[in-house]
Antibody, heavy 121, light 108 residues
């Protein structure tokens, strides 16, 4: 049973960069797509983007200019960077696995517990 | 972008009742790309249904998904106390993946 765990600062100042890492255990990071999703009271669940083990990433157009997702297969982890944050980026950030091997169009079958990130000075 | 609209916003029911949750897409979508998730307070969403009608591993058979085109439904027959939660539909086809705004199933 694959497990995911987010880690990173819980407080980020406006205009700075939010950075989170998701550590994958109980399974290989290879052959799957790995997603970041966030949830805020105002906007519900929002898919941020995903990355394949090869490093190929795809982003939500609404955030594309500020998002970078990267992967380190040697450490079985992947990361999210969101630049120029503001209060609207305050949310619980989840990492998740897309459940069908090699497919970029797959459901989210395993989720981390979520990491609350607050943007405030 | 595929916009998903869920209804009703809240469903007030009693244990043992049946629930019907609706998810309408703003344009035709392949049924292969619709999923349903359950979320309880303080927890991450949990996959219930993928491909519009396939139950995920370990999901009870009282959860049934159906639909095609633009209209999709999640039916829960015989609500158990642990089923009271928020339910989201998701489109997971070509980017961007999107979610509905959720339906809360609450105890009447």
């Amino acid at each position: 049973q694959v497990q995911l765990q987010e880690s990173g600062p819980g407080l980020v100042k406006p205009s700075e960069t939010l950075s989170l890492t998701c550590i994958v255990s109980g399974g290989s990071i290879s052959t799957y797509y790995w997603s970041w999703i966030r949830q805020s009271p105002g906007k519900g669940l929002e898919w941020i983007g995903h990355i394949y083990s090869s490093g190929r990433a795809n982003y939500n157009p609404s955030l594309k200019s500020r998002v970078t997702i990267s992967i380190d297969t040697s450490k079985n982890q992947f990361s999210l960077k969101l630049s120029s944050v503001n209060a609207a980026d305050t949310a619980v950030y989840y990492c998740a696995r897309e459940g069908s091997s090699w497919s970029s169009t797959s459901w989210l079958d395993s989720w981390g517990q979520g990491s609350l990130v607050t943007v405030s000075s | 972008e595929i916009v998903l609209t869920q209804s009703p916003g809240t469903l007030s029911l009693s244990p043992g009742d049946s629930a019907t949750l609706s998810c309408r897409a703003g344009q035709l979508v392949g049924s292969s790309y619709i999923g349903w998730y359950q979320q309880k307070p303080g927890q991450a969403p949990r996959l219930l249904i993928h491909g519009a009608s396939s139950r995920a591993a370990g999901i009870a058979d009282r959860f049934r998904g159906s639909g095609s085109g633009t209209d999709f439904t999640l039916n829960i027959t015989g609500l158990e106390p642990e089923d009271f939660a928020v339910y989201y539909c998701q489109y997971y086809g070509e980017s961007p993946k999107t979610f509905g705004q959720g339906t809360k199933v609450e105890i009447k």
